[in-house]
């Protein structure tokens, strides 16, 4: 931990860019909290874990007069110690960080908690990891995304003809991703754009050779669009009394599926109906789950350059947090899996990044809620609500059930992951004062 510290001082005073931007001095500690709290929302943090983190800061920098208030795309601090008694506003707009980059401001926030770093170093440290490039190019990023377009394919279990569908759809969508959100007028319209050329060319060329249902054909391709982990931060945000973030997050994710689902009927509907779902008979078996996991720990290590070395961790926080959900799925049923996956997922992944080598638990947080999100399963419901099929309002209840029961067990699993760490903290300085006593 010290290590990266180190590089990316280093890094920071090896630059030596006169041009860079510089943090307000006057703001002092405000600022940078103003400046960590955007980059905590980019790593998929929910406002409440951001908001505690940043006020936990504050304490450690002896700023406990600092008002902090944090919402999905913008924070406030107000400062009444100041002449002015302004309140600062931060906007939180950028968009969603790496793997690796969340794994560095989680450990940046780390040090800054233990080693109370000036507030300018941690705002430059900030500014160079959400600034810096990723680790793979894009021969490797557009591997990533086929491989995890071929992973959650898997995890749905399709059948065998389907495999060949997820790698062209992988490709073409992958290619979308990548030059299209170069251009900012595009990228508004791509998740609508994407969809609709994936339902046409699979409902033109690929359903007279596929017997599979086009809706589980699509949905794995577009991986990348899903706001299923959005939709579940949203759930833990209500559940923890943070109405503002969780129903405009909740709308936000909603709208992004509407989207979806529109671009995925007009192509079925410009191509002709979709053929008929394959029946349970026809699928690869129970073993195409697990041989997708593996593929989806490495697409995610690729896609979203993790940091080296932690390729294992992901594929152990996919392994825990499927396991738990297949014993939720016999203890309580399919609607409640999630609430036992997650209950039992989050402390094995606290506990797992006590351990040497490990990368930062946001990683591995991150990579298992996309498994635990039903995001698939939400697309697939409007959809189905869109061009009419039966059986589409249950399916999307199914889904928000679902939604709310991964968000309640995280709530509860984080909950024993601090009471469990603050009780061998205790523990540990208990025995440090008895070992110093006198003998």
């Not at 016999?330 to 490990?358: D, N």
């Amino acid at each position: 931990m010290t290590d990266v510290w180190n590089r990316i001082r280093g890094a920071l005073a090896g630059a030596g860019d006169p041009g860079a931007d510089t943090p307000d001095p006057s703001l002092g500690v405000a600022g940078m909290l103003g400046r960590v709290g955007p980059a905590l929302l980019a790593s998929s943090r929910a406002v409440n874990e951001v908001e505690g983190t940043l006020r936990k800061l504050a304490r450690r920098y002896g700023r406990t007069d600092l008002r902090i208030f944090v919402l999905p795309t913008l924070i406030l601090i107000e400062d009444d110690s100041s002449q002015t008694g302004r309140t600062a506003v931060f906007a939180a707009d950028q968009g969603a960080l790496r793997l690796d980059q969340a794994g560095e401001i989680e450990q940046i926030v780390r040090i800054a908690m233990d080693e109370a770093t000036p507030p300018d170093d941690v705002v430059r440290a900030v500014d160079r990891v959400v600034a810096g490039r990723p680790r793979f190019g894009a021969v490797l990023t557009l591997i990533g995304h086929v491989l995890l377009t071929i992973g959650f394919g898997l995890v749905l279990n399709p059948t065998l003809t389907a495999l060949p569908v997820y790698l062209v759809l992988g490709v073409v969508v992958g290619l979308i991703v990548m030059f299209g959100t170069r251009a900012s007028t595009l990228a508004l319209l791509l998740p609508v754009l994407t969809a609709f050329l994936a339902a046409l060319l699979i409902s033109v060329l690929v359903r007279p050779l596929v017997h599979d249902d086009v809706l589980r054909l699509v949905a794995p391709s577009l991986v990348t669009f899903l706001p299923g982990l959005t939709l579940t931060i949203a759930a833990v945000e209500l559940t923890s009394g943070q109405i503002m973030a969780g129903a405009s997050r909740l709308v936000y994710g909603i709208a992004r599926l509407g989207l979806l689902a529109f671009g995925l009927y007009a192509g079925m509907s410009v191509a002709g109906e979709p053929h008929a779902s394959a029946s349970a008979g026809d699928q690869l078996g129970a073993w195409a789950p697990w041989a997708g996991i593996a593929l989806v720990s490495l697409g995610y290590y690729l896609y979203s350059s993790a940091p080296r070395g932690s390729l294992l961790w992901i594929l152990y926080a996919l392994v825990i947090a499927y396991s738990a959900q297949l014993l939720g799925n016999l203890l309580l049923g399919a609607q409640l899996s999630g609430l036992v996956g997650a209950v039992i997922a989050v402390p094995m992944i606290y506990l797992a990044g006590r351990l040497r080598g490990a990368p930062s638990t946001a990683i591995m947080l991150t990579c298992s809620y996309w498994l635990l999100v039903p995001g698939a399963m939400g697309f697939i419901g409007v959809s189905e609500a869109a061009s009419g099929t039966a059986g589409a309002t249950a399916t999307i209840l199914q889904t928000f059930g679902s939604l709310i029961a991964i968000a309640v067990g995280m709530m509860i699993g984080g909950a024993v992951s601090r009471d469990v760490g603050a009780i061998a903290t205790g523990l540990r300085k208990e025995r440090a004062a008895a070992g110093s006593g006198p003998e």
